[in-house]
Structure formats: C-alpha cells, structure tokens
C-alpha cells in the first residue's frame, strides 16, 4: 500500500494546486495534521477529515507528536492507500514527512504552494536576487545579516521570543522587521516593529512569518563575514588611503605588536582587553588575507580552509575512529601525523616550522618540546639541573666575552627546560618578574621622591634599603602592560 502527503497551500483555497486538490478528493478519508489550516473548512464538505490535534493536547512534547502521528499513518498505511494533508508545502518545516520518506518507501509528495510565494510577494522581494534565508523561528541560530532573513512557524509569542533572542545575538535593537499574518489570505497584513519589541504583542497564529531585512555594511559588525566586508572596503580603490598603502611587510610590525598584547592581557588575566586584543590581532589577519586575495596568491577561505582540515586530520581520535586514553596519547599521534606532514612535504626534522622570528625563550622551549616528542630527552629534572650547574661552572671559567655569551646562553637554555620538566613556561615567567621589578621599581622611585632623595646620585645602600621597602609593600598597583 501507498501513502501519499499533500501540500494544502499557504491558506488560500485559490492556491491548491490541481493534482493537490484531486488527490483530496479521491482520499477515504483525507488525513490532517492539523485542522488549524483555512482551507480544511472547504474541505469537510468534500471528503472526510481525521485530524491528529488531539495529540498535542495528550503528548508532553513535540518529538513525541509526531512520532505518534507517523506511527498511526504506517498503522493505516497497512490496510490501503492513505492520503496526509500538511500545511503549505510538504517539505517545508514539516517533520512528520521527513520522518515518513525516511522510515517508508512508498511515498508519494505532492507539491504545494508554501508560506515563501506570498510573503515575496506581499514583501515585493526576489528570493533568488536578494539571497534570501529561510530558517524556523525556533532554530534561528546560523543567520547572515548580510542577507535578509524569512523566518516560518513564528507560531506563538514563545516561538517570537526565541526568534528575537537569536536574531539580537547579530542584530540591533532597533532593526526594524516586519511582521507577516495571515498570508494569502484577504486579510493578510504587514506589521512593522523594531526586532527588540517583536515578542511584545501577541498576535502570533500557526499563518504568522517573520522578515528581517539585510543589515546595511556598516551594521553587520557581529560577524566574520561583517569584518571581512569592512577589510574589503577599507582596501578598495576608493577606501581609506593609508589601508590601501599597507602592504605584508609593513604591516609586519603591527601584527608582532598586537600579538604581544594579547599575551600581555592573557598574564594580566583581564578577560575585556583579551577581547579586544584578540579583535585586533583577526584585524591583522583579515588585512593579510586581504592583501593576498589582491594578488591572488590566496583569500581567507584558503586560510580557514587550512586550518580546519588540519585540526580535523590531527583530531583523529575526535573525528574518525582513532581511540586514545590520555593527553599523551593525543600528542603522540598529533607528532606523528606531523611527521607524516613533514615527509611528504620532504621536510625531515621534528624542528622544522619552528620560526627564527619566535622571541627567543618561547623558541627555546618549543624547540625543547618538539624535540622530547621524538623521545630526545633527559631522564629527569635531576638531569637537568646538573647539566645547568655544569653550565653555571663553564660560564665561570670562560676567559673571553664570545665564551662568556655562548655559556650564559646554554644557561639560559637549561633554564627553559628546567621548567619545562616543572610545568613552567619561560617566557611567561619571565614576562611575570619583570613586571614585578617595574612595579617595585616604580614604588622605589615614589618613596625616594617622597623622601626628596635624587636616584642618580643616593648611595646604593639606600636606594637597596627602598627596595626592600617597595618588596614589603602591597598596596601599589601592578605595572600596566
């Protein structure tokens, strides 16, 4: 037996389709999802009508409605042909017919008229021309304000309040929207309000859409694709002149400083500059990806499109069927898919990618950790701290300054792989300390003036006398980065 599903239009008995309407006619009897359908009305005095409302007073959720539902039609399905009349169209937003095409094989969809046709027309707008977004109001959540918005099944005040909330993480307030009722029908109207009051009415029914026009360039400032159009802009013939000019070397300087900077928030744990920061250093990469883009050496898309497949081909534990039971697992695998990298790109060192460019104690202690990946270790951090005191040894016994440099050198890499058996990062400790002595030093400074002593010219003792002070002292603010 066969079961056949029917679009009945967006409200209209004008828009049933021919082949729709015959296939109501010769149903015995016509299945509804709902009764809550204008056209249903017409229709009782044409054939009958077994409707399931009553489940969605009996169900607690939705799932479970339309399980019963596709249940029931299965279970009438096995005695004859069956006939299932849906709103609109049968493959819009109706999850009992997804539900049926994949569970049944004899299905035949007829096609209907859905919610879109009239509300382009009533918004006098092309689908195709302008982009546009069909999403349900109740799973809005992947929207591109770049591109206006249709949103069906605003059903409800709820159903307006979630649209609302997720369209506010994009949009402002005050973006006007335009509420659609009663489509197709004599009575259709367009009611306007700014998106932040859209769920303070309720006159929201089952034939209620939503549209959100496109957010203007200057607006869309929420979203990735809205910073990469305004990088864009800023790079076009008649943008900013300084932007034009700017080039990968010039803007070299920038991009080391605003990587700094982030990393001067990260140790001041100040979570409002790291989001700025971090805004400052995607500027950077937006600008090199621009500039590229020009030259067709490459865009953006290239850019994430590399570091996605990446993440994905070195996650195979996440993304395919790789097991693994500890952090280390995930290294040893993440090495040696690297490494699989590393020769078919005929690169044959651990420590290749590794830039000269790094500051020098970051550079260090990756060098160092890349090299323990391959095994190349010392035991222990007993190891360790003899071969720094061996350093430490050498360094006193170096009689020319080239000695002395490359001794206190190996000391300061011994250091870096001290803390690295100890969990510490060299570069961030180091960071911390010198900040501490800015801060101390400044304290100093302020007690010595305060005590109208003159730094350039106070004995040593003295000014070591403050310092002790300035140690003791807590309640001097840190040294801003």
Not at 18 to 45: C, F, G, W
Not at 308 to 316: I, Y
Not at 467 to 479: K, Q
Request: charged share 30%; aromatic share 6%; proline share 4%.
């Amino acid at each position: 037996m066969s079961l056949t599903v029917v679009g009945l239009g967006p409200g209209s008995h004008g828009l049933l389709t021919l082949e729709a309407l015959a296939a109501i006619e010769a149903a015995r009897p016509l299945y509804l999802r709902t009764r809550k359908h204008p056209v249903v009305s017409d229709l009782s005095n044409k054939v009958e009508l077994v409707s399931f409302d009553d489940l969605y007073e009996s169900e607690s959720d939705f799932e479970s409605v339309y399980r019963e539902i596709v249940d029931r039609l299965r279970g009438a399905a096995e005695d004859g042909d069956v006939t299932y009349g849906v709103p609109g169209h049968p493959m819009f937003g109706e999850a009992t017919v997804q539900l049926l095409l994949s569970e049944m094989k004899d299905v035949r969809v007829i096609d209907g008229v859905s919610f879109v046709e009239p509300a382009c027309r009533l918004l006098e707008l092309d689908p195709l021309e302008t982009g546009l977004q069909l999403v349900d109001a109740l799973a809005a959540q992947e929207l591109d304000p770049s591109r206006p918005v249709l949103a069906g099944q605003v059903y409800n005040r709820r159903a307006a309040s979630e649209l609302k909330l997720a369209a506010l993480r994009l949009y402002p307030e005050g973006h006007e929207v335009a509420v659609l009722h009663d489509l197709s029908l004599p009575s259709e109207r367009v009611r306007h309000a700014a998106l932040g009051s859209l769920d303070h009415d309720d006159d929201f029914d089952h034939l209620t859409a939503v549209f959100l026009p496109a957010l203007t360039l200057e607006e869309n400032i929420r979203t990735f694709g809205g910073l990469r159009s305004i990088v864009e802009r800023l790079r076009a013939p008649d943008g900013c002149p300084w932007d034009i000019e700017q080039t990968h070397q010039s803007l070299r300087g920038d991009l080391l400083e605003e990587t700094y900077e982030v990393l001067a928030a990260i140790d001041r744990e100040d979570q409002h500059a790291l989001q700025e920061e971090l805004g400052d250093l995607l500027n950077q990469v937006l600008f090199h990806a621009q500039i590229a883009s020009e030259r067709s050496d490459f865009d953006i898309d290239d850019v994430v499109d590399g570091v996605a497949s990446k993440l994905v081909r070195r996650h195979p534990h996440v993304f395919a069927d790789v097991a693994v039971e500890s952090t280390d697992d995930v290294l040893r695998n993440w090495e040696a898919i690297k490494r699989a990298e590393r020769d078919a790109a005929s690169e044959d060192s651990a420590l290749a990618g590794v830039a000269n460019s790094l500051p020098a104690l970051h550079q260090a202690g990756l060098v160092l950790e890349r090299a323990s990946r391959t095994g190349f270790k010392w035991p222990a951090l007993e190891n360790v701290l003899l071969k720094l005191a061996e350093e430490v040894d050498e360094l006193q016994s170096a009689n020319d300054h080239k000695a002395r440099e490359d001794e206190f050198g190996d000391i300061l890499f011994n250091l870096v792989n001290a803390g690295r058996y100890m969990g510490l990062d060299a570069e961030s400790a180091l960071r911390r300390s010198t900040s501490k002595f800015k801060s101390r030093f400044r304290e100093v400074e302020r007690i010595a003036a305060q005590r109208g002593l003159k730094m350039t010219t106070a004995d040593v003792e003295t000014l070591l006398g403050i310092w002790e002070e300035a140690r003791a002292a807590t309640d001097f603010p840190s040294e801003p980065e």
